[in-house]
């Protein structure tokens, strides 16, 4: 259960559309199921606002698919996989269609980024709209890891593609999207130059998300992440190599900032 669905819950007791045993049910539900070869969280979404994410690197196509079936079957709503390779991705399909063939029909699986979504996308509840900019055609697969990432725990993303420090007239043109934005995500490879630039246009979070895409002395992308832990630009926070989860979850957070009432 995530925390929107807790506050919708909440608010159905509170108008009379569910009774409160009904909803008491719900809350009863075991903090986590032990499959033996995981422990599934149910409530983390209750605890961090965002439910638990399926890593797909190194897990079988059938633990990834009993996960989900764990999941939805506790009243998880939404489901993200990340990094899940292709072949994997149809068999978790095929494995969540024996399983149950409404889940199939449900998993939709974005092969650039690698992510694997079941239930859709919710609507955008944030504060604000979350850009994603990214330097080259090359630096996608992170970029739309970050995108889906946000999308999936509710927010508006808009995308900047291909504006890199090469062509600075490119990032320019979206100068009103860089000024309206709530929190900013910066993918670049190379020298990593594009979110210090970002970071000197905006004034709100940017996170900053080096990427493994750049020539030998790149590093791997070791040189665009020193590049942008040394950025001028103030109030740039910096993710891993390639981690455009983090990113996005991250910019989920700050998007979603609640101040309370006095």
Same mark, same amino acid.
């Given at each position: 259960?995530?925390?929107?669905?807790?506050?919708?819950?909440?608010?159905?007791?509170?108008?009379?559309?569910?009774?409160?045993?009904?909803?008491?049910?719900?809350?009863?539900? =075991?903090?986590?199921?032990?499959? %033996?070869?995981?422990? @599934?969280?149910?409530? !983390?979404?209750?605890?961090?606002? /965002? $439910? +638990? #994410?399926?890593?797909?690197?190194?897990?079988?196509?059938?633990?990834?698919?009993?996960?989900? =079936?764990?999941?939805?079957?506790? %009243?998880?709503?939404? @489901?993200?996989?990340? !990094?899940?390779?292709?072949?994997? /991705? $149809? +068999? #978790?399909?095929?494995?969540?269609?024996?399983?149950?063939?409404?889940?199939?029909?449900?998993? =939709?699986?974005?092969?650039?980024?690698?992510?694997?979504? @079941?239930?859709?996308?919710?609507?955008?509840?944030?504060?604000?709209?979350? #850009?994603?900019?990214?330097?080259?055609?090359?630096?996608?697969?992170?970029?739309?890891?970050? =995108?889906?990432?946000?999308?999936?725990?509710?927010?508006? @993303?808009?995308?900047?593609?291909?504006?890199?420090?090469?062509?600075?007239?490119?990032?320019?043109?979206?100068?009103?999207?860089?000024?309206?934005?709530?929190?900013?995500?910066?993918?670049?490879?190379?020298?990593?130059?594009?979110?210090?630039?970002?970071?000197?246009?905006?004034?709100?979070?940017?996170?900053?998300?080096?990427?493994?895409?750049?020539?030998?002395?790149?590093?791997?992308?070791?040189?665009?992440?020193?590049?942008?832990?040394?950025?001028?630009?103030?109030?740039?926070?910096?993710?891993?190599?390639?981690?455009?989860?983090?990113?996005?979850?991250?910019?989920?957070?700050?998007?979603?900032?609640?101040?309370?009432?006095?």
């Amino acid at each position: 259960m995530e925390e929107r669905e807790m506050r919708a819950l909440l608010a159905a007791v509170a108008d009379g559309s569910v009774a409160p045993d009904v909803a008491a049910l719900r809350f009863k539900t =075991a903090p986590f199921t032990d499959l %033996g070869y995981a422990k @599934v969280d149910h409530h !983390r979404g209750i605890r961090q606002g /965002a $439910a +638990e #994410v399926i890593y797909g690197a190194g897990k079988t196509s059938e633990h990834i698919a009993g996960i989900v =079936a764990n999941m939805r079957e506790a %009243g998880q709503e939404r @489901v993200l996989v990340t !990094r899940l390779a292709p072949d994997a /991705a $149809a +068999e #978790v399909e095929a494995r969540l269609v024996a399983v149950d063939p409404s889940l199939g029909a449900a998993f =939709a699986y974005h092969e650039l980024p690698r992510v694997g979504i @079941v239930g859709g996308l919710p609507q955008a509840d944030g504060n604000g709209r979350i #850009v994603i900019a990214a330097a080259g055609t090359s630096d996608l697969f992170v970029a739309e890891e970050a =995108a889906l990432t946000a999308e999936v725990l509710g927010n508006e @993303v808009v995308r900047l593609y291909d504006v890199g420090v090469a062509g600075i007239h490119r990032l320019l043109a979206h100068a009103d999207d860089i000024a309206s934005a709530q929190v900013i995500v910066a993918v670049a490879g190379m020298e990593g130059a594009l979110a210090s630039v970002v970071g000197g246009m905006a004034s709100c979070p940017v996170i900053a998300v080096p990427t493994s895409v750049g020539y030998g002395a790149s590093f791997g992308g070791v040189a665009a992440l020193l590049a942008m832990l040394n950025s001028c630009a103030s109030g740039i926070s910096v993710v891993n190599i390639d981690n455009g989860f983090g990113a996005g979850y991250q910019a989920n957070m700050i998007n979603h900032v609640r101040i309370p009432s006095a």
